[in-house]
C-alpha cells in the first residue's frame, strides 16, 4: 500500500511538471533532397523549435513543435511541398508515461548507494554518491575527483580507475563521459556499465590491466538535475545568459575550441548557443582540463550522447583528420559488436562523418578530443525499444541494462583497437 502510494504521489507530481509541454506535437518530416532539407532545417531554426534529427533525403527527421506553433509549420511543409506525418499528437502523454515506468521500476529497483542496478535511471545525487562510495570500496583501483564546480556550484566528479595508479607510461588513457546533453538519459547507464565492468564485475582483465580509464558519468549535472525537476527536454547548461531567467543556457557541446562559433548559434534563445567564448563554460573547461593532462598518452575519446544508432567522428565542417580511414574502420567495427546483440527492433549502427551523417556543428566535445587523440567518437545510443511509442529522448526502463550491454560491446572494440594502435605508435616511435 505504502509503494502505491509512493508511485501514486511521483505521478501526481509528474503530471504538473509537464504541462510545459502540452499540446506539443512530434512531427516526422520527409525531404525529396538536400536542398529540400536545408530550407526545413533553416526554417526550424527561424522557428526555435526543438529538432531531435534532421530529415535527409532517405532518412526522416523528427522535430517538436509547440500547440501554438503548428498551424504555421504545417502551412510552410504544404507550401514546399514537404511530406511529413505527426507521430505524436502530445508529447505530454508520453512524458507521463515515462514517469509511470520509471517510477514502477523504481519501487522494484534493488540499487544501493554501493551498487547501481541497470533498472532505472538513477540521480544524480546518487550517481554522485556511488562514485564516492565506489572509490572507497576499491582504493586500489578507484580515485574519485573532483574536476571542477558547475555554474551552480555541483561538483562534477569523475573517476579514474587503474591498477597503476596512472603511473605507467606504457599504458593508453580512455576517457568516456555521458550526459553532456542532459536530457539524454538513456547515455549514463552506458558509462556506469562500463565503471561496472571495469572495477565490479571484472570479466575480460585485459581492459583493466593495460588501460587507464577516466569516465565522467555526469558531464552536466545542473542541466541534469533540472530535467528531473522541471524540464525533462532540458538540453544546455544553467547558465544565466541574462537577468530574469530568459533563455538560460549554453549548448556544452558547442562550447569547444575546435572551429568554435562557426556552425552553432549566436543566440542564447537557442538550443545551440556556443556561450560567449569557446570554454566559457565550467563544465566543458573541467573536460578540456582532463584531457588535455592526459593528452601523451590519450588513445581514444567517447562522448556519449543520444538518439539515433549513430557512430560518427569529426570533424563537424565536413574536413576529415589525417588517419580518418583508421578512425573509420574501428567505428565501423565497434557499430558491428553493438549490431551483434542489439535488439532487433532497434535499426543498425550508422558510422561516418558527422557532418556528412547529420549536419555542420562547430566546437563539439569529440572534435576537440580528436585533437588530442587518434580516435574520438560521438556514440548516439538508440533510447527507444520500439519506434511505435516512447519517442526519442525518452526512456523504456526496459532498455536500460541493454543500453549499457550493447554500448559497452562497441567501447570494448574500441578500447582493444586503441591499445594496439598505441602500441604499435610507441613501438614506432623508440626505433
Ligand atoms: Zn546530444
Given at each position: 500500500m505504502k509503494y502505491l502510494l509512493i508511485v501514486s504521489l511521483c505521478i501526481l507530481g509528474a503530471l504538473a511538471k509537464h504541462e510545459l509541454y502540452d499540446g506539443h506535437a512530434v512531427y516526422e518530416v520527409e525531404v525529396n533532397s538536400i536542398d529540400q532539407g536545408k530550407l526545413v532545417h533553416d526554417f526550424e531554426n527561424e522557428m526555435f523549435l526543438d529538432v531531435w534529427s534532421d530529415a535527409i533525403p532517405g532518412r526522416p527527421g523528427q522535430v517538436l513543435v509547440p500547440k501554438v506553433q503548428r498551424e504555421e509549420f504545417e502551412n510552410f511543409l504544404s507550401k514546399e511541398g514537404v511530406q511529413y506525418k505527426?507521430?505524436?499528437?502530445?508529447i505530454k502523454e508520453q512524458l507521463e508515461l515515462e514517469d509511470k515506468l520509471l517510477a514502477e521500476a523504481a519501487v522494484k529497483s534493488n540499487s544501493s548507494s554501493s551498487r547501481l542496478g541497470f533498472d532505472k535511471i538513477h540521480t544524480y545525487a546518487e550517481v554522485d554518491a556511488y562514485l564516492t562510495q565506489l572509490a572507497r570500496q576499491y582504493p586500489n583501483v578507484v580515485t574519485v575527483v573532483e574536476g571542477g564546480r558547475s555554474i551552480e556550484g555541483r561538483p562534477i566528479r569523475y573517476l579514474r580507475i587503474s591498477t597503476t595508479n596512472f603511473q605507467d607510461a606504457r599504458k593508453p588513457v580512455i576517457i568516456m563521459q555521458s550526459l553532456?546533453?542532459?536530457?539524454?538519459?538513456?547515455?549514463?547507464p552506458a558509462t556506469l556499465y562500463a565503471i561496472q565492468k571495469l572495477v565490479?564485475?571484472?570479466?575480460?582483465?585485459d581492459l583493466i590491466q593495460n588501460i587507464d580509464w577516466i569516465i565522467l558519468p555526469v558531464a552536466n549535472p545542473d542541466g541534469y538535475v533540472f530535467t528531473h525537476?522541471?524540464?525533462?527536454y532540458w538540453r544546455k547548461n544553467?547558465?544565466?545568459?541574462?537577468?530574469?531567467?530568459?533563455?538560460p543556457g549554453v549548448d556544452l557541446n558547442r562550447n569547444?575550441?575546435?572551429?568554435?562559433?562557426?556552425?552553432?548559434?549566436?543566440?542564447?534563445?537557442?538550443?545551440?548557443?556556443?556561450?560567449?567564448?569557446?570554454?566559457?563554460e565550467p563544465e566543458t573547461a573541467v573536460i578540456r582540463d582532463i584531457i588535455q593532462a592526459h593528452s601523451n598518452r590519450l588513445a581514444l575519446y567517447l562522448d556519449i550522447h543520444s538518439f539515433g544508432s549513430m557512430i560518427l567522428y569529426g570533424f563537424g565542417d565536413g574536413t576529415l583528420p589525417s588517419n580518418a580511414l583508421q578512425i573509420n574502420l574501428v567505428g565501423v567495427q565497434m557499430a558491428q559488436a553493438i549490431d551483434r546483440v542489439k535488439w532487433p527492433t532497434n535499426r543498425n549502427y550508422i558510422v561516418g562523418n558527422i557532418f556528412h551523417v547529420l549536419y555542420a556543428a562547430s566546437g563539439g566535445a569529440s572534435d576537440y578530443g580528436q585533437l588530442f587523440a587518434p580516435l574520438s567518437y560521438t556514440y548516439e545510443l538508440p533510447?527507444?525499444?520500439?519506434?511505435?511509442?516512447?519517442?526519442?529522448?525518452?526512456?523504456?526502463?526496459?532498455?536500460i541494462e541493454q543500453a549499457g550491454f550493447e554500448t559497452w560491446e562497441g567501447i570494448k572494440v574500441g578500447a582493444r583497437a586503441a591499445l594496439a594502435n598505441f602500441r604499435q605508435r610507441n613501438s614506432v616511435e623508440r626505433k
Open positions: 505527426v507521430q505524436v499528437e502530445n553532456i546533453h542532459c536530457r539524454e538519459w538513456v547515455t549514463l565490479v564485475d571484472v570479466t575480460e582483465s525537476s522541471n524540464d525533462r544553467r547558465r544565466q545568459n541574462f537577468s530574469g531567467n530568459i533563455c569547444f575550441a575546435m572551429n568554435w562559433g562557426t556552425a552553432s548559434s549566436t543566440n542564447p534563445c537557442s538550443d545551440t548557443f556556443h556561450g560567449s567564448a569557446a570554454f566559457s533510447a527507444w525499444r520500439n519506434n511505435s511509442w516512447l519517442q526519442g529522448f525518452l526512456v523504456d526502463p526496459e532498455f
